[in-house]
Structures are given as C-alpha cells and as structure tokens.
C-alpha cells in the first residue's frame, strides 16, 4: 500500500491479476467436477476468460507509473477498496477449489461463480475510478466482458432450476 493508506493504480491492478488467477483457479475446477458436458464447457471458456483478462491486466503494469487516484475525502478509496477485497466472494484460489468440494450440483457451483462474477464487476468499476485514463478503455471492455458471463451463468443456472 502506498503512502498515507492509499492504494496506488499499480496496487488495484497487481489485485485484479490475483481475482483473475483466483477465477481461473475455481473455474478449473469446477469444469473437472462438473456433472453435464454442457456445464464443463462453460466452465473451460470461462477459465480461458480469466486467463485472457489476466494478460490485460498484466499489460496495464508496463505502463503504470505509481498513479494515485483523486479521493472525495483522505482514505476513501483505499476504505472501499479494502472492504471490497474483504467481503469478495473469492478472497483466494483456495476459497473456491474448497468451496466447490461441498457444492453436490452444477446449480451450486454456478450460483457461487454469479456471485464471484458479480463481486468481480464491481470491483472493476471502482478499478475504472482509480487506473490512468489511458488505461480506461481496457478495463471498460473487461468489464463487458464480465458482465457476459454474468449472462452466461444465469442462462444456464435458469436451465438447471
């Protein structure tokens, strides 16, 4: 963490890579452990997103100059921030594969990952507040793309209800 408490833009983005990983990791999973091959192959493209948005990610730092993000008031982002990574339905890789041990159904683990989805996109927004301008559009279209799979998971989790 950067000086006075504040998360710098090269901090939001080294904890996006880690969401991503984290993504990666349960999705990986949950497409071995998946019951139906329709399932498993949703869970494989979306392996392979977290993948892709990690290499985004990771092509932001290249140009990350320990950018500090404005605040309405001293600690306002980092607070957020913070409380975000706190209560994200996936803090760590760990998390998930341990989660889906106890999950008895494809149903299950995908109204874990709409919720990790869901954490994710919110995260993204507020990452959009805090990265260079330059940096802006690249996490608009993560993003978009998050908010795909977000549909994704709901059409299928709406077929095995």
């Known amino acids: 963490m950067a000086k006075g408490g504040l998360f710098t833009g090269k901090e939001i983005i080294e904890m996006a890579i880690q969401s991503e990983q984290n993504g990666y990791a349960f999705y990986e999973k949950a497409a071995d452990q998946a019951r139906t091959e329709h399932t498993k192959r949703l869970f494989e493209w979306l392996a392979d997103q977290e993948r892709h948005h990690e290499e985004t990610f990771r092509s932001m730092l290249t140009d990350e100059k320990e950018h500090r993000p404005p605040e309405g008031y ?11 990574l706190e209560t994200h339905v996936l803090p760590d890789a760990q998390t998930g594969v341990a989660a889906l041990a106890n999950m008895s159904s494809d149903l299950e683990a995908i109204q874990f990952a709409l919720g990790f989805e869901k954490d994710t996109i919110i995260f993204m927004y507020e990452m959009r507040n805090t990265v260079p301008e330059n940096q802006g559009t690249a996490v608009d279209a993560l993003i978009a ?5 977000v549909v994704r998971l709901n059409e299928i989790r709406t077929t095995l209800v």
Do not use: M, N
């Open 74 to 84: 001293e600690g306002q982002k980092e607070t957020f921030v913070q409380a975000l």
């Open 145 to 149: 793309e998050e908010k795909s799979h």
